[in-house]
C-alpha cells in the first residue's frame, strides 16, 4: 500500500505563492493517478487538482489558472504549484492515489484508494 508525506505549506500572505511536495513510499505510485485534496475547518474535503500516470490533468474551477500540478516519477513524487492564493485557499492539503480512476472522476468523487498523509497547512493571512 502506498503512503504519502505531503510538504511545504505555511503561511502566506493574499497573492503569495506556495509550492507543496507529495512523496510516496515506492514507485508503484508511478502507475497510480495521483491528486491533491483541501480540507478547511468545518468543510468537507475537496478534490483540488489531480493528475494521470501520463499527465493528464483535472483543476477544480475554485482554482484553475493559479494552480499547476505536476508529477516526477524518477523521485516518486508530486507537485502542486499554487499561485496568486486567495484568503479562500488555507486548508490542510492531502495527496492520496487511486490505481484506476480518471483524473476528473478522483477529484469530482474524491476517489482514493489506501490511507491519507498527516496533510500540510496552508494559511494565507495578511
Known amino acids: 500500500q502506498v503512503q504519502f508525506v505531503e510538504s511545504g505549506g505555511g503561511l502566506v500572505q493574499p497573492g503569495g505563492s506556495l509550492r507543496l511536495s507529495c512523496a510516496a513510499s515506492d514507485y508503484t505510485s508511478d502507475y497510480y493517478t495521483i491528486g491533491w485534496f483541501r480540507q478547511a475547518p468545518g468543510k468537507e474535503r475537496e478534490g483540488v487538482s489531480c493528475i494521470s500516470r501520463t499527465g493528464t490533468t483535472y483543476y477544480a474551477d475554485s482554482v484553475k489558472g493559479r494552480f499547476t500540478i505536476s508529477r516526477d516519477n524518477a523521485k516518486n513524487t508530486v507537485y502542486l504549484q499554487m499561485n496568486s492564493l486567495k484568503p479562500e485557499d488555507p486548508a490542510v492539503y492531502y495527496c492520496?492515489?487511486?490505481?484506476?480512476?480518471?483524473?476528473?472522476?478522483?477529484?469530482?468523487?474524491?476517489?482514493?484508494?489506501?490511507?491519507w498523509g498527516q496533510g500540510t497547512q496552508v494559511t494565507v493571512s495578511s
Open positions: 492520496a492515489a487511486h490505481p484506476a480512476a480518471t483524473v476528473q472522476a478522483m477529484c469530482v468523487m474524491n476517489l482514493s484508494r489506501g490511507s
